[in-house]
């Protein structure tokens, strides 16, 4: 080595300090220590740095290893060697500080921000109102706690905020407003919160498929849950393509297969409502509303028979309804056999229809005589609007899959109830109403079975009249059956 060469490393050594007050664990391992508050080095170890008093440090109760890199194995630094033992006589348990990487320690603030909607804001929109508060809290508490221990249902829990952000989205972003009862101001687009959704909404439809086979009494609760959940993502999620008409999908060759008998198709439809009506089979009132599921449980004392249509106790427009669903009865009860079993599809739309005829009567009464006196005294179930879809049969969604206009016809005289009245607070149901009317339309074709069809669409037309005028919300506006 030469001279010159000896002088330039000589060179380019820089002189630094010693450092005395470093932290223990750098002193221990004989590296430098940059003093930090934790040091650097104890940050990339996961080390509990004794320079940061005890005031900022905190405890886990578990902490992942961390990911080793290559190389020889390290010594584990944070186990500390020749404790000195405790100075009081009384043997008590050590506390210390459990590692962990700060910088890991990222939060989801997507999954933040629709959980706190769904808890402050979804939640109110299916309570029946402030008359109910044991459901109220039952949706804002019970519910989260139950998606802590089933992943399915936090993915659905989190799906359904996501759609709900996602309605409140579509006229722009709301303002920030003093008004504490107001909605807080939305931080994504429409299309993001429906991406979302949509990515939830898949991973927890896909655990609450795998659990159905796994059903118990640990988790039919959670199950049960779920697939209310999934009702109302479902229904969210608008129809996923122009043959969907909610119960169903229509086939896709419709009646134009005259050789196939409708009963045959298997109804493979309403996933949400076979779910449901699944966990009501299999286990008992006492072990499926058990625990955090108690809210939705049968109650001890049975509520009565309803005194008056809901409509009168809501105070929302009243529909005259009368004339043009007894007219498609007896049009249905009237309809000849053919070679279609054209027998079997109208006895299935006939008793679909006498079941949602109690609906209607429930929910906006039925005049009786030549006055105006307009009353309901009937079973309280009648004025659920999705009851119907749980007690249709499934030879009647076979014929609607199969195209019968029977049952089409009846479809749309359902989908007339799918209205932001009749379903209170209902923001998931926008857009099936005008979808399944324009579906059926298309169907039936020009007829007798037109003639029919023309009261669902002239009341479809009228509310979306009023709508853009503003004048929704009049009690006087009253829409009148279209045909005589």
């Not at 080095?41 to 109760?61: I, K």
């Not at 932001?420 to 926008?430: L, P, S």
């Amino acid at each position: 080595m030469t001279a010159g060469s000896s002088s330039l490393k000589k060179k380019s050594i820089r002189p630094h300090r010693k450092s005395r007050t470093g932290c223990s664990f750098c002193k221990r391992r004989k590296v430098k220590c940059n003093e930090g508050k934790p040091c650097s080095n104890c940050r990339s170890f996961g080390l509990p740095c004794d320079l940061v008093s005890d005031a900022g440090r905190v405890e886990y109760g578990t902490v992942s290893a961390p990911r080793r890199g290559p190389g020889r194995p390290r010594k584990v630094w944070t186990d500390t060697p020749n404790t000195p033992p405790p100075i009081s006589g009384v043997t008590s348990p050590q506390r210390r500080p459990l590692a962990v990487n700060v910088d890991s320690a990222q939060v989801n603030l997507g999954n933040a921000e629709l959980l706190l909607h769904f808890i402050t804001t979804t939640t109110e929109t299916f309570a029946a109102g402030p008359d109910d508060p044991d459901i109220l809290q039952f949706w804002k508490r019970n519910v989260p706690h139950i998606g802590l221990s089933h992943a399915f249902v936090l993915h659905l829990i989190l799906a359904t905020a996501a759609f709900h952000l996602a309605y409140l989205a579509k006229e722009g972003d709301q303002a920030a407003t003093s008004d504490p009862q107001a909605p807080l101001p939305l931080r994504r687009s429409r299309s993001d919160y429906v991406d979302l959704a949509h990515q939830h909404f898949t991973v927890g439809l896909s655990g609450f498929s795998s659990q159905l086979s796994q059903a118990g009494p640990e988790n039919c609760g959670a199950l049960y849950l779920a697939a209310v959940l999934t009702s109302y993502c479902t229904f969210a999620a608008g129809p996923t393509s122009c043959h969907d008409v909610l119960v169903c999908t229509v086939h896709e060759r419709g009646r134009q297969d005259t050789t196939q008998d409708p009963f045959s198709i298997p109804p493979l439809s309403m996933p949400f409502i076979q779910g449901v009506r699944l966990m009501r089979q299999c286990f008992s009132p006492d072990v499926l509303f058990a625990g955090l599921m108690k809210p939705l449980g049968p109650v001890s004392a049975p509520p009565g028979l309803l005194e008056q249509p809901v409509y009168a106790g809501v105070g929302f427009p009243r529909l005259d309804w009368e004339d043009a669903l007894d007219r498609l009865r007896a049009f249905i009860a009237s309809a000849r056999p053919n070679k279609n079993n054209q027998e079997d599809a109208a006895a299935a739309s006939l008793r679909a229809l006498d079941c949602l005829i109690d609906i209607y009567e429930a929910t906006y009464g039925r005049r009786s005589g030549l006055g105006d006196t307009i009353t309901y005294r009937g079973s309280h179930v009648n004025q659920f609007v999705f009851g119907w879809l749980y007690r249709v049969e499934p030879g009647f969604v076979a014929c609607v899959r199969k195209g019968e206009s029977l049952a089409l016809l009846v479809l749309a005289h359902y989908a007339v109830l799918l209205n932001m009245d009749a379903v209170q607070k209902g923001w998931y149901i926008e857009g099936w109403k005008d979808h399944i009317i324009a579906v059926v339309d298309g169907l039936v074709g020009d007829g007798e079975f037109k003639e029919f069809l023309m009261w669902p669409m002239e009341t479809h037309f009228a509310e979306r009249g009023n709508r853009e005028r503003g004048e929704l919300s009049g009690l006087d506006s009253v829409v009148k059956t279209g045909s005589s």
